[in-house]
């Protein structure tokens, strides 16, 4: 509940409205009940005006929030709840919301976990597990039971590394509190790593005049050495390193890694008669330190050309810039369109005027807007193409009639291939039957790209960061069928999925099969999030070459044919 005299925002009021549609799934409710606060979270959350200001007249105004609802607003603007949401956590334990994000435990089966087996905790359900209780129930068996105990395990393992989004939000968070002498942020986060552990800091400045500001204390620092601090924030690890100006690009270097890649330039700086560390080149005969301000003039003293931090996993790029031949990596910049977005016709948040206006503001040719196929029927579809030859009239970024087809578990497609050929643009993806063997999951994409109509795999491993494994799949013929069809395989930039992982990127790269990033966007803030994108294509080595959607509009129509 909201304390006293907060203001309640819109994103209060969507989060209370999307928890009582969960809750009611746990409970058993019927579909309307729950795809009401469904549809009522999504419409304020969409809302450019504060609902909190309505009234209930004001509020059945907006489709999708009935009179009920309408109240319940007016509820939560004045309490932070509502009387109905309260009186149904106390009927359904709030723990067994949580179990939600266990993979394999949906609504319908926490709802039989919790009837049959008693269960409400993470706990509960890992003691139903090694007990063999759940493999016991009706429709369940050995493979579902398997399914949640890897579920289990992932959940344990998700707070020991952050996605970029949570490390973003620390950082965010930490930023009044770090040396005000000027720091970079280091570590896995700058060379580009999906998740991140403990982020790392060079500061520039004196850790004793740091640890003596006001306020700093209590905020979780913790000393470690002369030149070190370990801040707490949002129970994340923030490691301090404090250098001086002159040392400061040694630092850095030394404090993003890879260790590989820092085994692989002390070797190179051995063979010069240097000896490499934070503190910069030190003469191996003689010990006389070279210090340097910048990580630029370090690969200047060896005689090689500036690494980019997402290249530094020790991957052959020392190599390369000993030679002068590091590949020109893609920029945000050259990206000229999103291959991956959602509306409200099927799971998205957005119209397609949002999706044009998004496109505007960020200066791009086109988006193309790929509903899924599971939510969406051919006629629905077809009436969605000529909406978007009217939205297109008025912008200059344009919309392009696609769809993320479903690839079913027996390997059919979502769509008819007389539909398919209609489209603009076409993404293949699986959403069900993770569970089944490698071998048979891996044929069902195999089919999907000798479809002529597919022209990309979408978040080919299906995973969600610290919630969902990657299913099984085996990438390396994934990759090489490509090759062979022609078919790009999507980068998605989600936070929540960054899939493909760089080093299949890395692979396919050098197979000569195309990658398009998407930001799989429901909510207009979400395009933002192509970032991300570039990011994990410039860790598997891309240029603007290897991504579709550097091309122009006519160029990516002209690829598509």
């Known amino acids: 509940m909201e304390s006293p005299g907060k203001q309640v925002t819109n994103r209060d009021v969507t989060e209370r409205l999307a928890f009582m549609s969960r809750l009611l799934e746990v409970a058993g409710s019927d579909r309307y009940r729950i795809g009401a606060y469904e549809r009522a979270a999504r419409q304020v959350e969409r809302l450019p005006l504060p609902v909190a200001g309505l009234d209930e007249e004001e509020l059945t105004r907006v489709p999708g929030i009935g009179v009920k609802i309408a109240g319940q607003i007016r509820e939560i603007a004045a ?12 009927a359904v334990p709030g723990s067994l919301v949580e179990l939600l994000d266990v993979a394999g435990v949906g609504p319908r089966t926490l709802r039989v976990l919790w009837k049959r087996l008693g269960v409400r905790t993470v706990e509960d359900l890992a003691q139903a ?109 923030l490691n301090i390193r404090f250098t001086d100006p002159e040392r400061c690009g040694t630092a850095l270097l030394c404090a993003t890694g890879s260790r590989g890649f820092l085994d692989r330039l002390g070797a190179v700086a051995q063979k ?28 200047a003293f060896l005689g090689m050309a500036t690494i980019p931090p997402e290249l530094r996993e020790n991957r052959g790029e020392v190599e390369l810039a000993l030679q002068h031949a590091l590949p020109d990596l893609v920029d945000l910049h050259e990206i000229r369109g999103d291959l991956h977005a959602h509306t409200t016709s099927s799971d998205g948040r957005q119209s397609l005027e949002d999706v044009a206006e998004a496109g505007d503001a960020r200066g791009y040719e086109y988006i193309a807007v790929t509903d899924h196929s599971s939510r969406m029927s051919p006629d ?3 009436k969605q193409r000529v909406e978007i030859e009217r939205v297109n009239r008025r912008h200059v970024c344009q919309l392009l009639a696609g769809s993320e087809v479903e690839i079913k578990s027996d390997g059919k497609l979502g769509y008819s291939n007389k539909v398919l050929a209609d489209l603009d643009l076409v993404i293949a993806s699986v959403h069900t039957g993770f569970s089944q063997d490698q071998d048979t ?72 099969v195309k990658l398009a990033a998407g930001t799989d966007a429901h909510r207009i803030g979400e395009f933002s999030n192509m970032r991300y994108g570039v990011m994990l294509a410039r860790r598997g080595w891309c240029t603007a070459s290897d991504i579709i959607n550097t091309l122009s509009l006519s160029g990516l129509l002209e690829w598509r044919s």
């Open 380 to 382: 629905a579809l077809a």
């Open 79 to 90: 309490t932070g709840s509502f009387r109905e949401l309260n009186d149904l956590q106390t």
């Open 441 to 512: 999951l891996t044929r069902r994409v195999l089919t999907a790209m000798e479809n002529d109509h597919v022209d990309i795999i979408g978040h080919p491993t299906g995973r969600l960061l610290g919630r969902r494994p990657p299913y099984a799949i085996d990438l390396v013929r994934v990759v090489a069928h490509a090759a062979e069809t022609g078919t790009a395989l999507e980068i998605n930039a989600s936070p929540h999925r960054l899939d493909l992982e760089d080093i299949y990127i890395w692979h396919a790269k050098k197979k000569g």
């Open 272 to 299: 010069q008669g240097y000896r490499l560390d934070r503190n910069g080149l030190a003469d191996s005969a003689t010990g006389k330190l070279q210090t340097f301000e910048s990580e630029e003039e370090v690969f």
């Open 129 to 237: 597990v090694e007990g063999h209780r759940i493999r016991a129930l009706p429709g369940f068996g050995v493979k579902k039971e398997e399914m949640i105990k890897r579920g289990i395990r992932q959940l344990r393992r998700k707070s020991d590394r952050m996605t970029r989004q949570q490390a973003e939000a620390v950082l965010a968070s930490a930023r009044a509190l770090l040396p005000r002498g000027g720091y970079a942020v280091a570590g896995s986060y700058r060379r580009g790593s999906s998740t991140v552990g403990r982020i790392e800091i060079v500061a520039i400045g004196d850790r004793s005049t740091f640890l003596h500001r006001p306020g700093t204390a209590a905020d979780g620092v913790a000393g470690e050495s002369a030149e070190e601090t370990v801040l707490f924030v949002n129970d994340a690890e």
